[in-house]
């Protein structure tokens, strides 16, 4: 508990009580306050005020929203389809986001919307830069570290009340709030354009809360637990604080728990800058176990731990789980339902954090009691997936050190080294303990270090309470009743600053070099880590400055009567949570910790001298800084070490007069910022565009009319009402280097990173010196040490210059991997975590920079460095220049008959030259890959619908030079192999490849469709691992390439080729046989006609004759056939005459001539 009573201050040795002192401590108040006074009259106190808007209730007032909608809308695309006449293409799908950032700004904490009005009037524009964190898993997800910067577009605000003004009376500014695959942490910047008031930079987290949902009547609700409102002294008041667990810089949602004999807990998705008090949702009965100890029952949440998407907690002995409901991360069935249970058969004492992921993973700790002492439960959640393994693997830990019982106090695991360091507890005597640091790795085993307690350095008998590791600078504190730090696990430092007769609860670290000690009395201890000296920081006298300078101001972050919650660092700044205690209210704040002030106050308060000057004294105090200036000079362009991806997008041009945004553009400005996401994701095909950027293809057809557009525009005439300029979407490769060091710093390979210290000393500080034989040289008392972490790994080199006439020197330190400890791993991948500490020596905790906002430690610098394939770097298939090559080279190049731009054919007979280049997607490179790599086919198909995966055996057929199963699919001249004779080795020098299909090989023999040649779709599989020395980069490159021209085998070649000439050999024969037996086979079809007519015409005849008689016939032979006809015709009818007239005629004349008649002699009558 820590009550900030004016009367409970002093703790620790009695402070002198001189009146003399007490009025200098009240003068040095005032001084101090006049000082800040006088800075606020020259810079008023204005601070960006952002909330959170839905989509649908943009331009409402005193709305804020809470975020947990994580999928893309459909709410934009119809208002894209009225951009007719614009760059954009309306056949494009444009999405846009849940959320829009509402901003607006206050000062002196009054929001005033005349203050607003002004500032939009003069100019003044918010800046918002958002920064996505890179997600745990990175097999899942890309490894990158992407922003966007976006400008807020004025809107006026809907307002119920009678609006008197002409053109507005609320307004605010507004910006999509993106979301991204893989990132659930956005860290949000805002700054202005530099016009109009002036405003103090805001920085912030966005996060996303996947323990929300909306119930069946619409409202927000928590999924873990019932929301309480009522935040009630008895909570807090009284209560010690207790530690604040999470994965660093991955945790989107913090909880707190603590609150004795209820099953309470505090959690916030934003960093406690507001909070909810939940009543968690499990069961409170006790469940117990023969082999657990019992105690008293309690419902109160002893331990809990925030990772990226899930939630842990203890109460009692039972250790519960929840996993959010994180679409971006893994799918959405993966969210619980309720609190699981784990661990059911085990009695938990204790559950340790683990701050930091590692191989895609998170990881929790859990400390046994009962049948499984001396045992662990390690954790891992993936996706979202939990699963416990009991370590060390068949014997305890109490049996590999050989004692009977022994007790796991804290468990740190380092995760880089897969290491588990244990402290252990085992009874030496009936009254006496040893303790024991034990380090267990799965391919080591066990090793132990007793800490005896009987140093000779202190009588007291050493208690340790835990362990705190820092995997950037490789420090490990032991920390109980005492301090011990070590950098190699082994030799261990005593840091005799801090007092033995204090116990510490919990310490904090911001793994950038800073860390904080709480104790059982709630004293705050601060340390600078690599040096040896602590700072008590409360109670101390300039904690009472500071108070008193605080309550004069009348700060509403301050009371007299307060406890605090928590302590934790937000990057490298530390914050507490702490409750207030007012008269008639009380709250929970959080609020800034000032290290600086505090140290600076005490410094002044223990370090000044009085001075007579005649009738009055002087008071003065002593300066120990070693230099006056600090600067940092020559910084290199930070995104090639930071590895920063950003891109800019600005909000469409309002074809209104009054300048004033409406839904229609903002959604047209979400789609624009979406869009633009989406080819960032999409930006990584292994074909190369001609262009290196991701916005190349967005505007590719529509530059060349870039002109028309600003002529539509400058005419009112634009579609929508709204101009979209295509250079205000872009991707930027040029920041430029601020006037300090990088968050954080990538090396490749080899790779140097070099900076300047300028430092003006502080009086005169050099003297000369001068030694026989050599030079007159002058030599400084100002001087600067580089502390590495891992210096077998990286070294530092410092070039020192003296500028006399200026009273200052200059350090130039350059930073260079020393290429020894990283084999090769894919980019962003496995990078080893170290770093570099620059430190001016005498500095620490001595040297302050004073500026109007803030105070700033000086003299102690720590870059993280990570080692390794740095994010951002790509390995592309340069189809540009391989098509180009393979002309000259070839003297002529076929496409395929079906031409597809996105993947150009390979004739099969053609050496094939294949190029590579890589592309860094940072700094906006793209140069041609010069080292070594192996190319193998991994797959294929005839059709892209039958391509298939290999297995490792056909692999090796398919493409050994070894191989002697006549089943290679191609060869090359180039003679480097691998040491195993395997495979190829070959770079961009390379004779080209050929392609051979042999008999076993999957594209011999293939059919062809229709009649074109065969073509084939390889798998091409091209990487670097393990014979390119030139990177640390892995680099991974899968394409498909289509061959075309494929020869058919000799068999079907032989059978189409037999029949296709039977056919044509056929058809010949039967061309020619026809040809000579056409005349005969007309003149016999003719004579077969005339046979068949005669035939026709004879069965006629002779019926006819014996129908009609003798007489008949005796006319007949006298007049014409076609009478004898027509006759036969009329008695049918005359309705056929005309139909069959034609028929009849021509069948007359086909008629043979008539028979000649024998006339019987004539004979009288008998």
């Known amino acids: 508990m820590l009550l900030c009573d004016s009367a409970m201050f002093p703790a620790g040795p009695a402070w002198p009580k001189v009146r003399v002192l007490q009025v200098l401590w009240a003068l040095l108040a005032v001084l101090l306050a006049s000082r800040m006074l006088w800075a606020l009259k020259d810079f008023q106190e204005c601070t960006w005020h952002v909330v959170l808007n839905e989509f649908h209730r943009v331009g409402e007032d005193g709305v804020e929203d809470r975020f947990f909608e994580q999928e893309p809308m459909d709410t934009v695309g119809k208002v894209f389809q009225t951009l007719v006449d614009s760059p954009i293409d309306p056949k494009e799908k444009y999405l846009g986001f849940p959320y829009y950032l509402k901003i607006s700004y206050f000062c002196n904490e009054k929001l005033s919307q005349d ?95 996947g323990f929300l949902k909306r119930d069946e009547e619409s409202r927000i609700v928590y999924t873990v637990g019932e929301e309480l409102y009522d935040l009630l002294p008895e909570h807090f008041v009284g209560i010690s604080s207790r ?44 469940v117990g176990s023969v082999y657990c100890p019992h105690s008293d029952f309690t419902a109160t949440i002893y331990d809990a731990i925030a990772t990226e998407s899930t939630l842990f907690i203890r109460q009692n002995q039972l250790v519960y789980y929840f996993t959010g409901t994180y679409t971006t991360l893994h799918e959405s069935s993966r969210g619980s339902g309720s609190w699981v249970r784990v661990l059911a058969s085990e009695c938990i004492k204790k559950l340790c954090p683990v701050h930091f992921p590692a191989n895609g993973s998170e990881y929790v700790m859990a400390l046994t009691l009962g049948k499984n002492e001396g045992f662990l439960h390690l954790g891992t959640i993936t996706d979202g997936q939990v699963s416990f393994e009991m370590l060390p693997k068949q014997w305890s830990v109490c049996q590999q050190i050989e004692v009977y019982t022994c007790n796991i106090i804290w468990s740190e695991y380092i995760v880089d080294e897969y290491t588990l360091l244990l402290l252990v507890e085992s009874a030496y005597s009936s009254s006496s303990k040893l303790y024991h640091l034990v380090t267990y790795n799965r391919a080591r085993g066990l090793e132990f270090l007793m800490i005896l307690g009987t140093e000779t350095y202190t009588k007291t008998p050493m208690v340790p309470k835990g362990i705190s590791s820092n995997p950037y600078n490789n420090l490990i504190f032991i920390w109980g009743n005492f301090l011990l730090q070590s950098s190699n696990k082994e030799d261990f430092i005593y840091l005799a600053d801090f007092p033995k007769e204090q116990t510490i609860k919990y310490v904090a670290r911001s793994f950038l070099g800073n860390m904080v000690i709480v104790t059982e009395t709630e004293e705050i201890w601060y340390l600078v880590e690599g040096t040896y000296q602590v700072y008590q920081l409360f109670p101390s006298r300039g904690w009472d400055v500071h108070i008193s300078l605080q309550l004069m101001q009348q700060s509403s972050l301050y009371a007299s009567n307060e406890t605090m919650v928590t302590l934790f660092y937000e990057g490298n700044k530390l914050y507490q949570l702490v409750y207030l205690m007012y008269k008639y209210e009380s709250r929970l704040v959080k609020r800034p910790v000032p290290v600086e002030k505090l140290l600076m106050y005490q410094q002044y308060t223990n370090h000044y001298d009085l001075e007579r000057k005649g009738n009055y004294s002087m008071l003065s105090f002593t300066n120990f800084c070693p230099f006056s ?42 789609g624009l910022v979406y869009y633009l996401l989406w080819l960032h994701s999409r930006y990584d095909k292994p074909y190369a565009d001609p262009v290196h950027d991701p916005t190349w293809r967005w505007w590719q057809n529509n530059k060349q009319d870039k002109d028309y557009f600003f002529f539509l525009a400058s005419n009112w005439r634009s579609a929508g009402g709204v101009y979209i300029d295509m250079d205000s979407y872009e991707k930027i490769y040029n920041l430029e280097p601020e006037f300090e060091l990088p968050e954080r710093i990538f090396l490749d390979k080899g ?150 731009p996105e993947m150009p054919c390979f004739l099969f007979r053609d050496v094939f030259y294949p190029f590579f280049l890589i592309q860094d997607l940072v700094t906006g490179e793209s140069g041609s890959f010069q080292g070594s790599y192996m190319l193998l086919v991994v797959g294929g198909g005839p059709t892209l619908e039958s391509i298939r995966d290999y297995s490792n055996d056909e692999i090796y057929r398919f493409n050994s030079p070894q191989d002697k199963t006549n089943s290679l699919i191609w060869t090359t001249k180039t003679v480097r192999t691998t040491n195993d004779s395997a495979f190829h080795i070959m770079s961009h020098q390379s004779p080209g490849i050929e392609w051979l299909c042999l008999e076993n090989s999957p594209c011999y023999d293939n059919i062809p469709r229709g009649i074109f040649s065969p073509e084939f779709f390889f798998k091409v599989l091209v990487s670097n691992r393990g014979v390119d020395t030139s990177t640390y980069c892995n680099y991974q490159l899968t394409f498909l390439l289509h061959i075309h021209g494929l020869p058919l085998s000799p068999k079907r070649a032989l059978f189409i080729f037999m029949v296709s000439t039977s056919v044509i050999v056929g058809l010949v024969i039967f061309y020619i046989i026809f040809c000579l037996l056409l005349p005969f086979m007309v003149q016999g079809c003719t004579m077969l006609r005339w046979k068949i007519n005669d035939l026709i015409a004879s069965d006629s005849y002779y019926s006819y004759t014996s129908i009609s008689g003798i007489s008949s016939m005796s006319s007949l032979r006298h007049s014409r056939p076609g009478s004898i006809v027509s006759s036969r015709i009329e008695e049918d009818g005359a309705e056929r005459r005309e139909a069959t007239e034609g028929q009849l005629m021509t069948l007359a004349s086909h008629l043979p001539p008539p028979p000649a008649t024998i006339t019987p002699p004539l004979q009288g009558p008998s």
Request: charged residues 20%; proline residues 5%; contains cysteine.
């Open 243 to 286: 530690p604040l667990w999470y994965t660093v810089n991955q945790a989107p949602v913090l909880i707190l728990g603590g609150i004795p004999n209820e099953k309470y807990v505090l959690i916030t998705d934003t960093s406690f800058k507001d909070h909810s008090f939940l009543e968690l949702s499990i069961d409170s009965c006790w």
């Open 115 to 209: 203050l607003v009005r002004m500032g939009h009037l003069t100019g003044l524009k918010p800046l918002v830069l958002v920064t996505f964190q890179s997600p745990v898993n990175f097999y899942r997800w890309k490894i990158e570290q992407l922003q966007i910067q976006m400008e807020a577009a004025p809107f006026r605000s809907e307002v119920s009340e009678e609006c008197v003004a002409e053109e507005v009376c609320s307004m605010s500014w507004y910006t999509p709030m993106p979301i991204k695959n893989g990132s659930v942490i956005m860290q949000v910047d805002i700054s202005s354009n530099r016009l109009g008031t002036f405003i103090q930079d805001k920085c912030f987290q966005m996060n996303i809360n």
């Open 751 to 900: 790779t140097e990173y070099s900076f300047t210290i300028f430092l003006s000393a502080q009086g005169h500080s050099f003297r000369a010196e001068t030694e026989l034989g050599s030079a007159f040289q002058l030599q400084t008392q100002v001087d600067v040490g580089v502390v590495l972490a891992n210096p077998g790994c990286i070294e530092a080199l410092v070039k020192q210059e003296v500028l006399s006439n200026r009273n200052s020197v200059l350090f130039l330190i350059t930073l260079k991997d020393k290429k020894l400890c990283y084999d090769q791993g894919i980019s962003g991948h496995h990078l080893m975590k170290t770093s570099m500490m620059v430190n001016v020596v005498g500095s620490s905790g001595l040297c302050f920079q004073e500026t109007h906002l803030e105070s700033h430690m000086q003299g102690n610098l720590m870059v993280p460095v990570l080692i390794g394939c740095p994010p951002g770097k790509r390995l592309a298939f340069d189809i540009t220049y391989t098509l180009e090559y393979s002309r000259q080279q070839n003297k002529h190049y076929f496409d395929c008959v079906h031409v597809d």
């Open 629 to 670: 200036v600090m600067r940092l000079r020559n910084l290199p362009r930070p995104q090639r070490y930071t590895r920063q991806e950003r891109y800019r997008a600005r909000p469409p041009s309002i074809l209104e007069r009054s300048g004033f945004h409406t839904k229609n553009s903002l959604a047209i400005y979400q």
